[in-house]
């Protein structure tokens, strides 16, 4: 049902290639739209936007310039987009052919924002384990994904078997998990 | 640098000077460093890892000055860095007393590949060069005619870190323990009666070609081998042993409950070792012209696997069996790591040459999962797709080691039923 109304919310946006809905916080893929000649997995994207905007959220806090209507515009080689943050429920990141005028893109992120608003659930705050959380992030940002937990393993002494149902984790073996992840991906703390 | 390698053919070991060598890559090296710290911290890892550089570089920098007539300080230390280059381990410039000195070094193998493997995704927080910094006390020791392990070194300054260069300061340190030598005497000691396997006559003659296409390989102007892909290395056999058993064993006294996680990185290593290295020989022009283009049948993968096994100096690997599809047994009289095992700390408790294991694991892989005819880049992901979540579609086991006193070393491949394809 999700999907169609995704769809139907940008089924009259020229030039669009793909929309990418990420529920929040959890940076998960809630819906999306990816045009059929497209190759893009949600997937495999979607948390991403979910944290580019987490991570530009903290920055501007540091420099003391946040606001809610914060929006980020990125323009790569084949590909122009804009990644916005909706009621704090929702990312949703809008992908459109590079050559269309960045006014033009503006204009109708701003209509499929107004429309999302209006279709999109108000979610209710699920509180996942914390370890589930850095579990996840591990694996989507270790450079060696398919080791990474055994490194966990190595590094904390914490069973492997133990760590493969991190909601089960004690609080003294969150704490080892989530040190030894921070050690792996060289960050000071992990904002989650 | 060709004239100080040497093979002992029969049994396919390699000996570069007087020392034990293998040639491995650098997602091999960087893997194998990674899990010494994952093990033992970075501290205590990247003190082994010191430790063992220093310990084999030093008979190989003191066997080659004598050989080639190398007397004065001024004179071992530039020879020193001329192995060191050679062997593609980067451009290092030695500076040293028996009061210390420094070392200033460009594109090392390990912080320069580190950092084009991983400098993207991860900030890194400590130096990686720990063979450098010991290969350089050792060139300290020889050249001044120090007493073994007394030189110590530190890398102050490391690329991986994103640092212009690295730099390393000498400084005399606390002896350390002097362990019994594994040369060519003791490795000759544990070598059991070699023989031969299934397809010899077409293994032979490609291990031959390889041998002789790698023979004259040395470092680049940055004192890099990079090729197929990869940044190669020919490094010393003892390097790798001393720093996988003795975290292996440090790991059973203080945390036994991780050696299996441990042992499991081990054998990764060699997995993505072979998947790299192996799969970008397999891919490469050279390879097409010397051995002819890919059928895509596993058959020929793991011959040409086994040939280039021993032509990198790994041991006589032979195909004892291989049904497509099924299951491979891979057996051969000894390994790098079983004659090291055997000469340093007797016999084995259990099977444990982690490379061969991961390597033949690998090698099952690479023979039915990829898609040869199609002439695939081996990417990172490349290789999480076919290896990340589980379970895998294949298992590995060592029934015998010679590092146990058996005859034969054998690690068995055998489909893993029920797992994805």
Known sequence: MAQESVREAVNDVPSLRAVFVTAMPDCLLYDSWVRPEETWAAEDAASYFGDLVRANREGLRALKSWSAEMQVTIESADVLMIVRELRGDFVVTLAFQRDVPLGMVRLHAKRVMERLDQILPTLEAQQRPRAVKITEFLEKYAPDPHAALHRVALRTGIPLGTLRKPEQLETTQVALLEASVCDILGLESLSL | ?421
Request: net charge neutral; with cysteine; glycine share 10%.
């Open chain 2, 1 to 421: 640098m060709s004239s100080l390698r040497r093979y002992l053919p029969e049994h396919d070991l390699m000996y570069f000077g007087p020392s034990p060598a293998v040639y491995h890559c650098h997602h091999f090296n960087l893997f194998l460093d990674q899990t010494i710290d994952d093990a033992l911290g970075f501290e205590a890892g990247s003190r082994l890892r010191f430790l063992a550089g220093r310990e084999f570089a030093a008979p190989l920098l003191a066997g080659v000055a004598e050989q080639s007539g190398a007397t004065t300080p001024a004179e071992r230390l530039e020879l020193a860095s001329k192995l060191f280059a050679g062997m593609g381990h980067g451009r290092i410039q030695l500076s040293a007393d028996a009061r210390g000195g420094d070392a200033k070094g460009s594109f090392l193998h390990y912080g320069y590949s580190w950092s084009q493997k991983y400098g993207q995704i991860v900030k890194r927080k400590q130096p990686a060069d720990a063979f450098g910094a010991g290969f350089a006390a050792a060139a300290a020791e020889v050249a001044l005619g120090l007493q073994p392990e007394s030189m110590a070194a530190h890398e102050t300054e490391c690329v991986a870190m994103k640092a212009p260069g690295c730099t390393f300061q000498l400084k005399p340190g606390e002896r350390g323990v002097r362990l019994p030598p594994v040369g060519e005497a003791e490795v000759g000691k544990q070598i059991n009666p070699t023989f031969n396997g299934l397809y010899e006559e077409v293994i032979q003659p490609i291990t031959k070609g390889l041998r002789d296409f790698t023979a004259p390989v040395q470092g680049d102007e940055r004192g890099l081998v990079q090729a197929f892909g990869v940044f190669v290395t020919l490094h010393l056999a003892g390097y790798y042993n001393r720093i996988s058993y003795e975290a292996v064993q440090q790991v059973e006294k203080k945390a036994p409950q991780s050696v299996g996680v441990l042992e499991d990185l081990l054998r990764e290593s060699g997995h993505v070792c072979v998947f790299n290295t192996f799969g970008g020989i397999l891919l490469s022009p050279e390879w097409e012209g010397m051995v002819g283009p890919l059928t895509g049948e596993p058959l020929p993968i793991v011959e040409g696997c086994m040939a280039i096994a021993r032509a990198l100096g790994f041991g006589r690997w032979t195909i004892a069996e291989f049904e497509p599809g099924k299951r491979l047994v891979v057996r051969a009289p000894c390994s790098y790591e079983s004659v090291f095992y055997r000469s340093r700390y007797g016999k084995a408790p259990r099977p444990n040459e982690y490379f061969l294991q991961g390597a033949c694991l690998a090698i099952a892989q690479l023979a039915h999962r990829v898609d040869w005819k199609a002439k695939p880049m081996l990417t990172q992901e490349f290789y999480n797709a076919l290896f990340r979540g589980g379970p895998l579609p294949w298992k590995v086991e060592q029934p015998k080691s010679t590092a146990c006193g058996h005859t034969i070393s054998e690690v068995v491949v055998t489909r893993n039923e029920g797992a994805r394809a």
